[in-house]
Nanobody, 125 residues
């Protein structure tokens, strides 16, 4: 069964850090572009980062650039999202998603092939 499972969410104070993990089973992540999305309460889901299957510099949206870093560990079949200097507006459910082939359109929900169920990140004092 093809599956993505996120972990690492929780409650953190503003300025704090969290590392989210996205573990795959049933398929090999290094053949896929991996994106992170988030959905804040009352808002639409938005793509925030994309890591191509071939490596290279990940793409980040402006709201997280310089604070978030995504990386993959092919040996563990896992992708990570390191989140630093968290802000209350980062509060959301975070999802990882995988896309076959190229990383084109990898920040579009409709382009993704597999999804995790999400992990909640709450940034609050």
């Amino acid at each position: 069964q093809l599956q993505l499972v996120e972990s690492g969410g929780g409650l953190v104070q503003p300025g704090g850090s969290l590392r989210l993990s996205c573990a795959a089973s049933g398929f090999t992540l290094n053949n896929y572009a991996i994106s992170w999305f988030r959905q804040a309460p009352g808002k639409e889901r938005e793509g925030i980062s994309c890591l191509s299957s071939s490596g290279g510099t990940p793409y980040y949206v402006d709201s997280v650039k310089g604070r978030f870093t995504t990386s993959r560990d092919n040996g563990k079949n896992t992708v990570y999202l390191q989140m630093n200097n968290l802000k209350p507006e980062d509060t959301a459910v975070y999802y990882c998603a995988a896309k076959r082939g190229s990383s084109s359109y990898c920040l579009m929900s409709s382009a993704m092939d597999y999804w995790g169920k999400g992990t909640l990140v709450t940034v609050s004092s």
